[in-house]
């Protein structure tokens, strides 16, 4: 037996399984098939600003400098911990995925080539929960930042792991 719902969605009880249980048959009409699309690209949005949110802050840094940074680091500040880098040569991106602990700050750190060391503030306020991105470009004499908005939930979802 077949039942239709508003939606133009077919359930179909099949004996075999029992009285209750029933599958999803999609109608053929085409509002339906749009909606149900549009409902499955939702749920997967959703479900990306969710992953995204478990990830924290990304960082990315951009070497324009024109020379090797060694020793690259970006450090939550306070309690939080130290994430490590491969060196970066003239024209490489990098990115890495911080957690923020407490209310705390994230620096980036690097030695440059005349073995100087440099530190220099990506995010000045940051808490637990946060998600959002930070990027630093290291230009020969000044790194440039920015940051999107920190907050609870970062509305990029999956596009953040792509690009």
Known sequence: MRKLCR?????KTIPRLGQGCKILIVSRSRPSRI????LILFLLYV???VVRHLYGI????DNESGEVLREVA???VAKGKRYPLPD????QTRRVFVKPVGESAIDLEFTGSKNLRHTEML??????GYCGKATATVYPSRVESRDDTFGI???KSWLDFVW
């Open 88 to 91: 970066l040569e003239p024209g």
């Open 74 to 76: 970006v450090k939550v």
């Open 47 to 49: 479900s990306g600003v």
């Open 153 to 155: 939930i970062y509305w």
């Open 7 to 11: 939606a133009g969605i077919f359930f």
């Open 58 to 61: 990304m960082v990315v840094v």
């Open 123 to 128: 995010a000045g306020y940051v808490e637990d």
């Open 35 to 38: 909606l149900l699309a549009l």
